[in-house]
């Protein structure tokens, strides 16, 4: 039976082309960029977990210090069953059984509380440290997601220069074994080639297990084995814009969550010497009551009350006690004075370090761009002149050298350049997810 044009292969057809179309675009929603990888970094990082859980409990520190200020209020309630055996009252003792109930609320109401002023200041400023802290952790998370990304497109671009240098190696030691065999060549330059070759596969070996190295490191992060990954086909490299110092050391030294976290932990010590020094100041307490209790043994009364008490406790002396947390919080809080310095002049240094990076990934981008077209035709010029007699043996394996060294500085330098953009936007506290959306657009 005749089945072409038939109703039924063209229906056939059509299904056949509808699955390739769907599995196409399966495969494509599923192409591996940084974005995914920074999302599903976000999504299970334990650092994160750990930092917002921080300042969840930080947060919960102010309605903590707040109830010390605010009234509380308490109840009691007892009941119970009394034997008695009374003499003396009359020739005849007494033996009786009776209840006993009592019912009480009181209520306190600090007047005033120097320390637990001091208290509700403090949790403020160790909220706006858990801010910082969180802040700080992604923005780490963004940039070590970044670098481990492109860590892996580099260790695949120079598995794929390892592959093509064993590939061309290859061809040359082909080369020299023929025109041993033809009685145009010798030993020594079967020998040589061989050797390069052998070199170059275990270059190759080197490579792969490399490039393990790095997908292990990204899924440490994701906790997502990565799929392929999208690569840069077209890169116009960018220096810092701002392209001066002074900006980006100024904005590290007002935005850097870590120097932020670092002040807010030196305000909160300078608020525990108040707290301590406080502790010596008077406080005024306001005590209400009501209390009913009934059941007594002879006669049986209710009795019924209520009143209030305002108290004052002033410490005279504690055995030295307040004097001494005092001086310690003070030496704490110099502590951490000295950290925050400490932190600003590294952050200085960072963020200079981080400028100038970018500035020279920049020139070195360039530089490899040319170097690479250089080697290619030196390579390839040299291999003319090994066909017909003017270049050496040796000369042709330095020019395939040469090639794949500058191809793997070109990788380097590409990659190295990203990483860099990433890197003083982080030095400077000012990295965000729409950077990593930005430099997601330049992946296909």
Same mark, same amino acid.
């Given at each position: 039976m005749q089945l072409h044009g038939s109703p039924a292969l063209s229906s056939l057809c059509l299904k056949l082309t509808i699955v390739v179309v769907l599995v196409f675009t399966a495969t494509a929603a599923r192409a591996y960029d940084l974005q995914t990888a920074y999302r599903q970094a976000m999504a299970t990082s334990p650092a994160i977990v750990r930092a917002r859980a921080q300042l969840d409990a930080e947060l919960e520190g102010r309605p903590l210090a707040r109830a010390a200020l605010l009234p509380h209020l308490g109840g009691f309630a007892s009941g119970g069953m009394n034997s008695a055996r009374v003499t003396g009252l009359g020739p005849i003792p007494i033996s009786t059984g009776y209840h006993s109930d009592v019912l009480s609320a009181t209520l306190t109401q600090s007047i005033f509380d120097g320390q637990a002023w001091e208290s509700l200041k403090q949790a403020d400023s160790r909220i706006r440290a858990g801010e910082a802290a969180l802040a700080s952790t992604e923005q780490s998370l963004m940039f070590d997601v970044t670098q481990a990304y492109?860590?892996?497109?580099?260790?695949? !671009?120079?598995? +794929? /220069? @390892?592959?093509?240098?064993?590939? %061309?190696? =290859?061809?040359?030691?082909?080369?020299?074994?023929?025109?041993?065999?033809?009685?145009?060549?010798?030993?020594?330059?079967?020998?040589?080639?061989?050797?390069?070759?052998?070199?170059?596969?275990?270059?190759?070996?080197? !490579?792969?297990? +490399? /490039? @393990?190295?790095?997908?292990?490191? %990204?899924? =440490?992060?994701?906790?997502?084995?990565?799929?392929?990954?999208?690569?840069?086909k077209v890169l116009h490299v960018i220096g810092p814009q701002p392209d001066s110092l002074t900006p980006w050391i100024e904005s590290a030294l007002k935005n850097q969550p870590l120097l932020?976290? @670092?002040?807010?932990?030196?305000?909160?010590?300078?608020?525990?010497?108040?707290?301590?020094?406080?502790?010596?100041?008077?406080?005024?307490?306001?005590?209400?009551?009501?209390?009913?209790?009934?059941?007594t043994l002879i006669p049986p009364l209710t009795m019924n009350q209520a009143g209030a008490v305002v108290s004052v406790s002033i410490p005279f002396f504690e055995g030295g006690a307040i004097r001494a947390r005092v001086r310690q919080a003070e030496a704490l809080s110099h502590a951490s004075g000295a950290k925050v310095l400490a932190l600003k002049d590294q952050i200085r240094l960072d963020t200079q370090a981080a400028f100038l990076t970018?500035?020279?990934?920049?020139?070195?981008?360039?530089?490899?761009?040319?170097?690479?077209?250089?080697?290619?035709?030196?390579?390839?010029?040299?291999r003319k002149g090994y066909e017909i007699g003017t270049r050496s043996l040796v000369d042709l394996l330095t020019a395939?050298?040469?090639?794949?060294?500058?191809?793997?500085?070109?990788?380097?330098?590409?990659?190295?350049?990203?990483?860099?953009?990433?890197?003083?936007?982080?030095?400077?506290?000012?990295?965000?997810?729409?950077?990593?959306?930005?430099?997601?657009?330049?992946?296909?």
């Open positions: 492109f860590e892996v497109l580099q260790t695949q !671009a120079d598995e +794929r /220069v @390892a592959r093509q240098q064993v590939k %061309l190696l =290859q061809a040359i030691a082909d080369q020299t074994k023929t025109s041993l065999r033809v009685g145009k060549g010798d030993i020594i330059s079967v020998q040589e080639a061989q050797a390069q070759l052998d070199a170059a596969k275990t270059d190759l070996v080197v !490579a792969k297990n +490399r /490039v @393990a190295i790095s997908k292990a490191q %990204l899924e =440490q992060l994701t906790h997502h084995r990565p799929g392929a990954l999208q690569d840069v932020q976290q @670092a002040r807010a932990s030196l305000e909160t010590s300078k608020e525990q010497v108040e707290y301590e020094k406080r502790a010596r100041w008077p406080t005024l307490t306001l005590n209400g009551f009501v209390e009913h209790a009934a059941g970018l500035q020279d990934s920049v020139a070195r981008f360039d530089a490899t761009q040319a170097s690479v077209a250089s080697a290619r035709l030196s390579m390839e010029g040299t395939t050298t040469n090639y794949a060294g500058a191809r793997r500085n070109y990788y380097l330098a590409l990659y190295s350049h990203l990483v860099a953009r990433i890197q003083l936007k982080a030095a400077a506290g000012v990295l965000t997810s729409q950077d990593i959306e930005s430099l997601n657009t330049l992946l296909h």
